[in-house]
């Protein structure tokens, strides 16, 4: 009986992480639609979160300095 308590204790702790983990995209990938953020960089650690758990990225492009000009 001990061990069918521990096994559920288990598996409902590892349903509320996954039901967090879900909850938290969801709210990342909200935030993104209503700010038409996604084309640039994260504006907050949730976001970035969300975007790191979905493999999303944005590529920026790099600065080229001029021949005889340090790049920014």
Known sequence: MAALIALAAIGLSIAGAIAAIIGMV???I??????????IE????????GRWLNGVH????????APGRPAK
């Open 26 to 28: 969801s709210v990342a």
């Open 30 to 39: 909200r935030s993104e639609e209503k700010n038409l953020t996604l084309t």
């Open 42 to 49: 994260a504006p907050d650690r949730l976001t970035r979160a």
């Open 58 to 65: 944005v590529r920026m492009p790099r600065s080229t300095a």
